[in-house]
Structures are given as structure tokens and as C-alpha cells.
């Protein structure tokens, strides 16, 4: 008797063992601005405009190549106070969207922001190490930036998006101005 109640609590451990490994890894979800709190960084003494922008399919075609898919929206969201314009998007990491604020003056990035990062690795590019790279980035042929930007060891994918929505961004501002 003793026997089976062992074997029986070894087939509940293995159970117990087997759903824990199929469970989905708790999403943590980093909060580092709130779309006010960018924005007031973006245009700190004054009140921006907002508008949108509609994804025709020319623009469609160049966000295939920039973003490596078609958007799924049919218009892009954007602030704007005279050549300064504000972007915030979403690409995907590994699994999760990073939320991505991008700042343009005069055809060039003044700022790249992480509001949100969901991703479980690869946080590493919220820091200003990272992300200082990207100041005075400038967008050639409307598909590369004008320098390279350095990866991070086990955020390659993260690095990417955020790479890709700045081009992205670079973009979509050339399209308003």
C-alpha cells in the first residue's frame, strides 16, 4: 500500500512537473513613459499638434522593407510642433511589442525612447548607452540609416526593432514634412 501511495504522489510531482514546464512565462511588463510623460519631453514648452498619417500603398511597400512586414494599421498617429515631430510605435521583440517613442528635428533623431518594454531579455536597450547611438541618425534612400548601430549581446532581436521603428520613424516624418 505504501508503495502505491509513493508512486502515485512521484506520478503527481511529474504531473505537477509537466505543467509548470508547458506555462507560459509571466509577462513583465517595464513601464518607462507614459505617452504624456514623452510627449512633454518631446515638446517641453509647448503643446504639439496631433495628426495622422495614412499608410497608402507606396507606404505600405516602404514599411514592408523597413519593418519587414506590412502594417496592420491603415493610418500611423503623430505630434508635431514645427520641424520637431513625436513617434510612438510598436515592434515586436522576440515575442512581445516594444513601445518605441522616436524624436525628429529637421530630418534627424533627437531622441529615442523605450515606454514600454515587455520582452523578457533585452532590456539592455532602454539605457542611454544604447539609445545615444541614435542621436543625429539621418534616413538614406528611405531603407538604411547613415551609421551603423552596435548590437547587444542577447538583445539582438530588441536591437533590431528598435533600429527598425526609428528607421520607420525617420520615414514617416520625410512623408509629413
Known amino acids: 500500500m505504501t508503495g502505491a501511495i509513493a508512486s502515485m504522489k512521484s506520478v ?36 504639439p499638434k496631433s495628426g495622422v498619417i495614412w499608410l497608402t500603398s507606396q507606404r505600405k511597400q516602404v514599411a514592408k522593407e523597413l519593418l519587414g512586414h506590412s502594417p496592420a494599421e ?32 529637421n530630418d534627424e533623431v533627437q531622441q529615442v525612447e523605450i515606454l514600454v518594454y515587455r520582452e523578457s531579455r533585452g532590456g539592455e536597450v532602454r539605457h542611454g548607452f544604447f539609445k545615444q547611438q541614435f542621436v543625429g541618425a539621418q534616413l538614406i534612400n528611405n531603407i538604411d540609416l547613415d551609421r551603423n548601430i552596435d548590437g547587444i549581446s542577447g538583445a539582438t532581436l530588441s536591437v533590431n526593432a528598435v533600429t527598425t521603428v526609428t528607421k520607420w520613424a525617420l520615414y514617416l516624418h520625410e512623408q509629413i514634412f
Not at 505537477?16 to 515638446?43: D, H, I, N, R
Not at 513601445?99 to 528635428?105: A, D, H, L, M
Open 12 to 47: 503527481k510531482y511529474l504531473l505537477f512537473c509537466c505543467v509548470l514546464l508547458q506555462a507560459e512565462p509571466a509577462l513583465s511588463e517595464q513601464v518607462y513613459f507614459s505617452k504624456e510623460s514623452f510627449l512633454q519631453l518631446a515638446f517641453p514648452a509647448s503643446e
Open 74 to 105: 491603415l493610418r500611423v498617429r503623430y505630434w508635431s510642433l514645427n520641424d520637431r515631430s513625436a513617434w510612438i510605435l510598436d515592434k515586436v521583440g522576440k515575442e512581445q511589442p516594444i513601445t518605441i517613442g522616436v524624436i525628429i528635428e
